[in-house]
């Protein structure tokens, strides 16, 4: 688990320019109305719409635009739109599994799309069930330990649904089951922990070592996939010095 947080971090990092810009709100927007269409447009019993409208709140969407989303993907607006949600999975540069979640309203379009991104930046996308397999959903959340006792910590945390906690270079990460992500954030919140960063994931089971070129063709992978209208997220098994991704994230 950990180590995550390099690359998520540098995600977040990118997510808070495009909210900036209003970008990441159309993708916002697509997953709480498949959120509400799953599960109801309540978000106290369908724990993933709570989760995707706080993610919506912290990138500073207007209320009045997360509660339309919310009222088309019940039904109560026609919009005449019809999302799916499609995973792809592939094979980045050095043999990196990845797998690429999507909120598409054409499937054959963005399959089309996203095909040629893997090959553009020296990855293959493959066949359904490929890569799946290596990946689990977990809520994940990092946090700052400075001034901070480790075994308080773990207890509060343990006592609020979390399965597991490593401590790496002044963070803890925190890996918890996705049912638990937002009472777990808001105990960690209310205890008096700052939260780096915090997200519901696919965490890989193993991992890929990448190192020079394949390092920096493989970031590239993922930043155009993230980038794309279609993709809500990527997810990938690569392991990268923090340095060396650092400096290719610049």
Partial sequence: MAGHSKWANIRHRKAAVDAKRGKIFTKLVREIIVAAREGGGDPDSNPRLRTIIEKAKQANM???????????????????????????E????????????????????????????????????????????????????????????????MEVAIEAGADDVEFEDGKAEIVCEPDSFVDLKTALEKAGYKI????????PKNKVKLEGEDARKCLKLMEALEDHDDVQQAYANFEIDEAVMEEIAQ
């Fill in 62 to 88: 207007p209320k009045e635009k997360i509660e339309q989303a919310i009222k088309r993907g019940t039904g109560e607006l026609k919009d005449g739109q019809s999302l799916e949600e499609i995973y792809y």
């Fill in 90 to 153: 592939g094979y980045g540069p050095g043999g990196v599994a990845i797998l690429v979640y999507t909120v598409t309203d054409n499937k054959n379009r963005t399959a089309a799309e996203i095909r040629h991104i893997f090959s553009k930046h020296g990855g293959n996308l493959g066949e359904s069930g490929c890569v799946a397999w290596i990946f689990e959903r977990r809520g994940w959340i990092e946090v700052d330990m400075e001034g901070k006792d480790e075994d308080e910590l």
């Fill in 196 to 203: 780096v960063a915090a997200e519901i994931t696919m965490l």
